[in-house]
């Protein structure tokens, strides 16, 4: 009960085509995130899912009902925004309680469900509070309680936790994993962030002007990128490409070598010189100038010696480096 087809779903506003023909499957309790860079559609194509905007063509379809002219109250979704919208004059109580009374649930049930909530994400201190009175992460939970109270086929979050400083989202993120493995419920979640979409989704949707790119689980995205784009997209610190040298590139018109996946030897395959080094503790980060390929990032250990201005060799992992043809396709 929480499954979602989009059927050659298109948006167009005015001449511009911002979703260009998405066709998906999400499957009953599954995690999706829809990644891509600002202004490839996956706001927009949540705001479809959610009823919030209409498709230029195409179908929306929820636990097999097509939803193409339900409004959002009608369609089982609960949706977790970027901005909170939370009502500043209501407790944290009531902020969650709300939708129920407007919808005539039972003030037991309310009171049951909106424990129950309160429980999962560690809120029972905050229940008379106000949001003036919550940090960013509290205001988000008490937006994720909200949604978690209505008890939805569909629960849709839209970049979440961008208004979050970086320690807030590593937390959240934990507890909006942790609440899906309590809820078993189906999840799409929209982040321009990959590394939310790599530690959360069980399968991504990479999408690129307004075209889905790649689906898959993550591991398989990271491994076996489809084409240059994704390739590109995920992974931290991006993958390295490499259009010098035809003996290296053995056929291909680009090849790609992850940071992590190029090792410091004395005797290594291709040189540079460093052109600055990031110590951040576990990892170093090397950046490179090499004759070959140009720019080159390399994940060292984080106490490699390595300083600016050194000559440094490095040769890529058997079996790591990746090849694509002149379209920017993956090859083999």
């Keep these: 009960m ?3 087809v989009l059927e050659s779903v298109r948006k167009s506003f005015g001449s511009v085509d911002v979703i260009r023909g998405v066709d998906l ?5 599954e995690f999706v ?3 891509g860079p600002s202004g490839c559609g996956k706001s927009t194509l949540l705001r479809i899912v959610a009823g919030l905007e209409e498709q230029t063509s195409g179908h929306v379809r929820i636990d097999g009902k097509v939803m193409d002219v339900t409004p959002p109250a009608k369609r089982g979704i609960a949706m977790v925004f970027q901005t909170y919208a939370l009502y500043p004059h209501l407790t944290v109580k009531n902020n969650m309680s709300l939708a129920l009374q407007q919808e005539g649930v039972a003030k037991a049930e309310i009171e049951a469900r909106v424990a129950k909530a309160t429980a999962m994400l560690r809120m029972e201190a905050l229940l008379e509070r106000r949001p003036a009175e919550l940090s960013g992460g509290q205001r988000q939970r008490v937006a994720i309680g909200r949604a978690v109270v209505r008890q939805p086929s569909l629960f849709l ?9 970086a320690a807030l989202r590593v937390a959240t993120r934990i507890e909006i994993a942790k609440l899906h493995r309590l809820l078993g419920a189906t999840m799409v979640y929209v982040t321009h962030d990959q590394v939310e979409a790599m530690t959360l989704a069980d399968k991504i949707v990479v999408l690129n002007g307004g075209l889905i790119e790649q689906v898959g689980r993550p591991l398989d995205l990271y491994h076996k990128p489809a084409n240059l784009f ?15 040298d035809p003996a290296s590139r053995a056929g291909a018109t680009t090849i790609g070598v992850r940071p992590e996946h190029l090792t410091i030897s004395a005797d290594g395959a291709w040189r540079g010189e460093v052109l600055h ?3 951040l503790g576990a990892d170093t ?3 490179l100038e090499s004759p070959q390929f140009g720019l080159l990032t390399v994940r060292a250990d984080g106490d490699e010696p390595h300083q600016v201005g050194d000559t440094v060799a490095v040769t890529p992992v058997e079996g790591k480096v990746h090849r694509f043809d002149g379209d920017g396709r993956r090859m083999g």
């Excluded at 979050?157 to 400083?165: A, G, I, Q, R, V």
């Design 2 to 4: 929480g499954s979602l």
């Design 25 to 29: 499957t999400v499957a009953d309790g």
């Design 33 to 35: 995130v829809f990644v």
């Design 157 to 165: 979050f839209d970049e979440p936790l961008s208004n979050l400083d």
């Design 230 to 244: 994704v390739a590109g997209f995920i992974g931290s610190p991006t993958m390295n490409f490499l259009t010098g």
């Design 277 to 279: 080094a990031e110590h």
């Design 285 to 287: 980060m090397l950046y």
